[in-house]
């Protein structure tokens, strides 16, 4: 009798199942890593955005704060879930631009009063890691 053993093969996976967070408060300190890490680009979601002058992956380049909520969730800066959507909305609600906050409930209208949060002259990465970390705290207490 013949004691080979066979050593089950492992395949490889696209991407880690527990990768990408599930939660909004999970999302919102994965956006926090990555801004933090690359930078917070104010304007379009990332800088040269057709690749013109970079041929650096838009994953990790500079990018605003609605750009690293969807590539939190998906990977890619530019693709939307439904998770990162929530997460745009529940930070929109939290935030105002001279002293209002989101005028309608549309994705893009939320999309653009958090870019124009985003956006405001002097805006730092360390205020915006603050606010997404912010964010993620105040959604855990109220789940």
């Known amino acids: 009798m013949s004691t080979v053993s066979q050593t089950p093969r492992v395949l490889p996976l696209p991407e880690a199942p527990v990768a990408r967070p599930v939660t909004v408060p999970a999302v919102f300190r994965a956006a926090a890593r990555l801004i933090a890490a690359n930078g ?3 304007g379009d979601h990332v800088p040269d955005a057709f690749d013109r002058e970079m041929c650096v992956p838009h994953f990790l380049r500079p990018m ?3 750009a690293a909520l ?3 969730t998906s990977g890619d800066p530019h693709l939307t879930s439904l998770l990162a ?5 529940v930070l929109a609600l939290r935030l105002e631009v001279d002293g209002e906050g989101p005028l309608f409930g549309g994705i893009f209208d939320l999309e ?3 870019d124009g949060w985003g956006d405001l002259e002097g805006r730092s990465v360390e205020s915006v890691v603050a606010v997404l970390e912010a ?3 105040a959604n855990e207490v109220i789940r």
């Not at 959507?85 to 909305?89: K, V, Y």
């Open 40 to 42: 917070h680009y104010q």
């Open 64 to 66: 605003s704060i609605v």
């Open 70 to 72: 969807k590539c939190a």
């Open 112 to 114: 653009a009063h958090v």
């Open 135 to 137: 964010a993620a705290d």
């Open 85 to 89: 959507d929530e997460a745009i909305a």
